[in-house]
């Protein structure tokens, strides 16, 4: 065969291979339409009376035009109509005067945001972003936004297989602080400057300078105590990730494998006075940051399983291992409590 012949044949490759992509798009598309418009309707209200009362912020995940807009329920209604923002986010997290927005841009080439939106929902302030949008946190005070991102693409199911970016950024404007390369990771009384360290899932106290966050290296995690004036993180367990304040400040909230397989993980709560955990009722796997609906009951994502279209719920269990989980709301995923 000829050069000519080779290249001729070279190009015929290649436009068919495009071809079938613009069709695997297209078709991609039409479906998503078609579900779209076959979606039973949303019930809606009214978002500024929602957000007159405790409520609590979350993104939908219900099919329709409205999918992956941060909308919100009240405490008293939370399966019933919700109140639409006009911000669409991957992740999001709100207090009473402030959110904070991490969301994908996708483009030949995706690009990450992160932005601090007023009560109004207008943006704030930007925050830096290098990574796929993973965990946000707002400080108590609304001084501090933490973010987490994976910055290699890497997911979880792997401690020592990924790589993440967590800064803790102040919203008063100043330089962000990067866990991994600004903080002095200590374990046992020892200082920990394994080059493999990743660190994520910040919740924050009340006294504008403490937090915990999750610190790993190799397949070991551990749920660390941060100062912020100090610039250390002091290693307080094994085996936890993802950590949530209670509202007391009493006990910490976070995932652990508790020898489950690799990928898998239970709900713990810890008390920090006596060191003792407790396993929660939840038997599914949640891949998650808890979040505190109170001092007695948690709340936390769950993917949607089954063939139904919308991806994910929002559950709440028992802080104290009793009970049984069930759906809080509905068609919705990273909730944000605000009272």
Known sequence: ??????????????????GGTVWSILHTREKQADAVEAAPPVPVTDLATVAAEPH????????????????????????????????????????????????????????????????????????????????????????????????????YSSPGDFSTETLITPLSGGKSLNLETNFTLYVDGRRNTARNRNLWGVTFTGDDDHFYATAASGATTW??????????????????????????????????RNGQAQGQWMIAVYDLATGRSTLLAEKHSVDDQIEWLDDQRVLYGLPRSGSGPSASDV????????????????????????R
């Open 1 to 18: 065969m000829s050069l000519r012949s080779k290249l001729a044949a070279f190009a015929v490759v290649l436009v068919l291979a495009f």
């Open 56 to 155: 609590i912020v979350f993104r939908s995940t219900a099919i329709g035009n409205d999918y992956g807009r941060v909308a919100m329920v009240p405490l008293t209604d939370p399966d019933g109509p919700r109140a639409f923002t006009k911000v669409a986010c991957d992740r999001v997290y709100a207090h009473r005067d402030e959110a904070v927005c991490m969301y994908s841009k996708p483009s030949l080439v995706t690009t990450y945001r992160a932005e601090v939106l007023n009560q109004d929902w207008e943006v704030r302030a930007s925050l830096p972003l290098n990574g796929v949008p993973s965990r946000t946190r707002l400080s108590p005070d609304g001084g501090w936004a933490a973010t987490t991102t994976f910055v290699s693409g890497h997911a």
């Open 223 to 256: 749920l660390v105590r941060g100062s912020i004036k100090d610039r250390t993180l002091t290693a307080l367990r094994e085996d936890a990730e993802c950590p949530s304040l209670s509202p007391d400040g009493a006990r910490v909230a976070f995932k652990t």
């Open 315 to 338: 559950w709440v269990v028992p802080a104290d291992g009793t009970g049984t989980p069930s759906i809080f709301v509905p068609d919705a995923w990273s909730p944000a409590v605000v």
